[in-house]
């Protein structure tokens, strides 16, 4: 019995850790969960007046590796833990703050599906949402192209995060409506709080790639059913999961049984092509699956516990 469990914390994170590292290593717990490598835990969410608890988890067994991440929500608020077992010797490998860990998979993830789904040369990013999550979109996209101009939406927005934003990207970056926002956007990342679609998606470009990663349950949505409805391709991470949470999915007007829902695993899978023959719009919803929080809670421990070298990022 391991008596004394190494604790890894939000800051040992964000040192070791970057959007890149991190989508290599959930490209490879993707690829594997299309093999068989991997099974995700489905996210369980348990309500008491106006509290919850929720658990999400995975075992990666091609890495030796199975966790959980568990979350209270209190006022709105989360705050994520990790426990990481190693399958090898039965022990746990360490209790992790997943808050970082939580930010940084949520926007690696939206990184990695637009540079192999989304449009070749994206010159203009749309960002609804400047929060926690929001911002790490906005940065995490910003390091992996070569936007001429970020258009930001919220009514709460700091204009001062938009001119560090502007600086770190070498592009203009301002907050702006929704309307101009979406108009011409080449990638559209819906990040904020609401249950209700937050732009009309006809205004959408023909070959528009939009990430909706806000509201992860099916009583509310950001994307609107004319956004579903012109999709040419609805990528999910995880069918299963996915279906049974995404509002936009659940409270699509339009949806039929020949929706054009492909996962994560069916294109690591190699059953459908990244990119369509045929260039549309593309939405890609994420509602955050378990598995990805275990493969950068391994990631880190290999990089803060076992010192290992950097991994090499094999993405574009
Ligand atoms: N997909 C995932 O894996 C994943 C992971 C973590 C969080 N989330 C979700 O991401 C969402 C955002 O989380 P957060 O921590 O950044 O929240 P936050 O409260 O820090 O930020 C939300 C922001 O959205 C803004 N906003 C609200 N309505 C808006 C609208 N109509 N248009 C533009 N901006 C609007 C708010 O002013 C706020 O600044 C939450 O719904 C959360 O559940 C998803």
Redesign the pocket.
């Known amino acids: 019995m391991n008596t004394s469990i190494p604790f890894i914390s939000d800051r040992q994170i964000a040192e070791a850790l970057d959007f890149r590292s991190v989508a290599a290593v959930l490209g490879e717990a993707f690829a594997s969960l299309s093999e068989g490598g991997a099974a995700v835990h489905h996210r369980q969410r348990t309500d008491c007046r106006d509290l919850r608890l929720s658990t999400m988890g995975a075992v990666w067994a091609e890495r030796g590796v199975a966790g959980v991440k568990v979350y209270p929500t209190v006022r709105g608020q989360f705050s994520f833990s990790i426990l990481l077992f190693d399958l090898a010797t039965n022990q746990p490998l360490a209790v992790l703050d997943g808050n970082e860990i939580?930010r940084l998979r949520?926007a690696a993830v939206t990184a990695l599906v637009a540079s192999k789904a989304g449009p070749l040369r994206p010159r203009k990013l749309a960002v609804?949402?400047?929060?926690?999550?929001?911002r790490a979109q906005a940065e995490a996209l910003s390091g992996w192209f070569d936007f001429e101009q970020i258009a930001l939406?919220?009514?709460?927005?700091n204009p001062v995060w938009a001119e560090t934003l502007a600086h770190k990207a070498g592009c203009s970056a301002a907050f702006t409506t929704?309307e101009s926002a979406v108009r011409d956007a080449d990638i559209v990342v819906t990040?904020?709080?609401?249950a209700t679609p937050?732009f009309d998606g006809a205004w959408l470009a023909p070959g528009a790639f939009v990430a909706a990663?806000?509201?992860?349950a099916p009583k509310g949505r950001e994307l609107d059913g004319t956004a579903m409805d012109r999709a040419g391709r609805i990528i999910l991470e995880w069918m299963p999961q996915s279906l049974a949470e995404a509002g936009e999915v659940a409270l699509w007007e339009g949806r039929s049984s020949t929706a054009p829902f492909v996962d994560l695993p069916q294109l690591y899978a190699g059953a459908a092509p990244w990119r369509p023959e045929v260039p549309g719009i593309t939405v890609f919803k994420?509602?955050?699956v378990g598995l990805a929080d275990v493969a950068v809670a391994q990631l880190a421990v290999s990089r803060i516990l076992q010192r290992e070298p950097a991994l090499e990022s094999a993405l574009p």
């Open positions: 939580t949520t609804f949402g400047a929060g926690l999550q929001g939406v919220d009514p709460a927005g929704a990040a904020t709080r609401s937050v990663m806000g509201i992860s994420s509602v955050g």
